[in-house]
């Protein structure tokens, strides 16, 4: 599944990064034409962070849309679609906007910090 392998890549980069601190939350940045089905996308994700240090962790979808610039006339125009034609009339557009498929940012847990670990203490307490 497309989904699938997107959550496991973006949690494996994530993981990376985290250097075995517990991963709050990631933002992906996904253009609308990219063909990613956020529902699918959040479903995936969720399974895929079972056992792993962002497990729990939130996933945010930054949705860029899609915009094309017409290789005529040069204008630039939102594109629903890849397919999309210019006011002109060509269908020779390219994309500038909307095929993004990255990780924005991610966010980690601070338990390590002194004020930050009260709530660990707490737990652990319990
Ligand atoms: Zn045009």
Redesign the pocket.
Known sequence: MHELSIALSAIELAEQAANGRRIKRITLEIGELAGVAPEALFFCFDLATKDTLAEGAELEICARSGIAR?E??Q?TFPAPSRLAI???G?PRICLVQGEELNVKSVEFCQARREGDGVAEQAERDR
């Open positions: 017409c005529e006339c204008s210019c006011d002109c060509s």
